[in-house]
């Protein structure tokens, strides 16, 4: 459990990409934005004003780089992590963020599902963090953060993103075999994938009474997804 709420302050200049991100966010549970700013001189008089723990931030900025706007709150000495989001993959782009302090990497689309799993670890790392006494636990915090696996073991990206769009295209709701069949998995493991979703609070899962037996459940993503 999240002792206290987790500030975010949201930089994008899109303002399509801008709304998502700041609904995305206020629906994991823990956060709240603080702010939504559209370039990185707003970012920082913003930050001057109000210090957040984590800051959203696209790296391509009109008015300068998203890296700058790490140097300089590290410089100004502001205590908040950065979770960069761009559309680069350019290696040298992401040991550069690394070596800022970047905590995480976020490409360009992402989905829902992608965005909460990384604030979800970066909760946990937070709460952590603070119990942390010896090596072993650094090394386990750290591992919470930064771990080579996003997910859980026998899980992968491209199937937990297949099925988020799937049940994006089906706001009435969709059951695990009818997930399954849709994108050529087993029903235990769709079911499997759509219990993650609804544990990272992506998806809801809702009966669907018929007129006689068990319940059927549906799981579906709410609208403003």
């Known amino acids: 459990m999240i ?17 998502a991100n700041r609904i995305y966010v206020g629906r994991v549970p823990g956060f709240e934005v603080a702010g939504v700013v559209r370039s990185g001189g707003e ?9 957040v723990d984590l800051i959203l931030l696209d790296l391509y900025l009109p008015d300068m780089h998203g890296l700058e706007v790490c140097r300089a709150v590290r410089a100004g000495g502001l205590m908040c992590d950065v979770i960069a989001v761009t559309s680069a993959r350019d290696l040298a782009m992401v040991r550069s963020a690394v070596s800022l302090g970047i905590s995480q990497y976020l490409l360009k689309p992402f989905t829902y599902a992608t965005l909460a799993e990384k604030l979800t670890r970066y909760a946990r790392f937070k709460e952590e963090a603070g119990l ?7 090394d386990r915090v750290l591992g919470t953060l ?10 992968a990206r491209d199937t937990l993103d297949t099925i988020a769009a799937e049940l994006r295209g089906r706001p009435e709701g969709m059951a ?10 087993s029903r235990v493991t769709a079911r499997r994938y759509l219990e993650y979703l609804v544990e990272l609070g992506v998806a809801d899962r809702v009966p669907k ?8 459940l549906l799981y579906r993503i709410p609208m403003e997804s």
Do not use: C, H, N, W
């Open 3 to 19: 002792a206290t709420t987790i500030s975010v302050l949201v930089v994008e200049d899109e303002e399509i990409t801008a709304e």
């Open 132 to 138: 942390a006494v010896g090596q072993s636990d650094v």
């Open 43 to 51: 970012a920082l008089r913003f930050l001057r004003r109000r210090p």
């Open 209 to 216: 009474y018929g007129s006689v037996g068990r319940p059927e």
């Open 146 to 155: 930064r771990g080579s696996s996003e997910l859980p073991k026998g899980m």
């Open 176 to 185: 695990a075999q009818g997930v399954a069949d849709a994108i050529g998995v």
